[in-house]
């Protein structure tokens, strides 16, 4: 089986450039077609241009990064600087990008790249809010059943909300834009804050990060340091949460993942639980499943995947 085409839709975070590092790391098993760029973590201005430095960061200058949208489908933008800092970066000193943003609209690049590739060839990998998927669905429906496949990091069942007592961030940002694509039809595999929680950078595995004594290793380790407080004194955990890269993880090795086909709903009305996946785990009502829906992950065979992969970088004869 050849490299799986795919577009990294996403909203850097430092978890989020870790996830695009272990793609970029990984061409034997994924090809990075584009990558697009959502506002969330920070607004669009930030998120776009901190891809183009995650690119850079990985030797990869030939990669597109397109700027999507830079407001949700109907509310007013929520962000996480307390999560993730100021730059949406923050942590390591990386050098301001060279790269060029593409001229064309990140919502564009995702239709035209679905339309010009042959149907069910490429998947998209969205890490922020669904924002530019569910745009790019409405302003050209024919791409709809010609995704591959979505495998998304978003939404919680056992654990809950993390930005408000009932919902994850990214679907809370757009919960117009997650319906949209929940209802699509499309084959979607969610990684939710139930897999993600167990993603933990411990001290050990930050450490072996350092001693890969390249660039990225330095810049990951020294991204995990900062983003690792918010959730140490949050939830007591042991340290920062990979969130995103268990996305790419997943296209490498789905073996690393457990979970469930189910039905996943979004609140879109309720002004306590807005933006809630509401996801049959226990198949208590006959709603038709639309998602697989994770609840696990062998937490040393990912590390050892990421430590090893990140390891690689910047990778020979591509630049
Ligand atoms: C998600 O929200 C962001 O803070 C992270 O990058 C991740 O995509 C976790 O809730
Ligand atoms: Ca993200």
Same mark, same amino acid.
């Given at each position: ?48 241009? #901190? ?37 949406? %970066? ?29 149907? #069910? ?8 809010? %669904? ?30 909300? #993390? ?36 993603? %933990? ?88 499943? #639309? ?23 910047? %990778?020979?004869?591509?630049?």
């Amino acid at each position: 089986m050849g490299a799986q085409k795919i577009i990294i839709d996403t909203d850097p975070g430092q978890d989020d450039a870790v996830a695009i590092l272990l793609a970029l790391a990984s061409p034997d098993e994924i090809e990075v077609l584009g990558i697009t760029a959502v506002a969330g973590n920070v607004p669009l201005s930030l998120t776009e241009k #901190n891809a183009r430095i995650v690119c850079e960061l990985a030797g990869r200058s030939d990669i597109g990064v397109y700027a999507g949208c830079a407001h949700p489908l109907k509310r007013k933008l929520v962000t996480a600087e307390h999560v993730h800092g100021k730059t949406g %970066l923050d942590g390591p000193k990386l050098p301001e990008p060279k790269i060029k943003l593409q001229e064309k609209h990140g919502v564009d690049f995702i239709i035209d790249t679905l339309m010009q590739e042959p149907a #069910n060839s490429v998947s998209l990998c969205p890490l922020g809010p %669904l924002t530019n998927i569910a745009t790019a669905m409405l302003k050209e429906p024919r791409i709809t059943p010609r995704i591959k496949q979505i495998v998304l990091m978003g939404g919680a069942y056992f654990e809950v909300g #993390n930005i408000t007592p009932a919902a994850e961030f990214n679907i809370f940002v757009d919960p117009d834009a997650a319906k949209i694509v929940f209802a699509s039809g499309i084959e979607i595999v969610v990684m939710p804050l139930d897999v993600t929680h167990k993603a %933990l950078v411990t001290t050990q595995r930050n450490e072996a990060f350092r001693q890969l004594k390249t660039p990225v290793g330095a810049a990951v380790a020294e991204m995990t340091d900062f983003f690792e407080r918010f959730d140490k004194e949050k939830y007591g955990s042991a340290g920062a949460p990979l969130h995103d890269p268990c996305v790419t993880a997943y296209l490498i090795d789905p073996t690393i993942f457990s979970g469930r086909k189910i039905n996943v709903e979004i609140e879109t009305e309720s002004e306590l639980t807005l933006g809630m996946t509401v996801a049959d785990w226990w198949r208590v009502t006959d709603r038709e499943a #639309n998602a697989f829906f994770i609840g696990n992950l062998d937490a040393n065979k990912f590390f050892s995947l990421l430590t090893n992969r990140l390891g690689r970088l910047p %990778l020979n004869g591509i630049s």
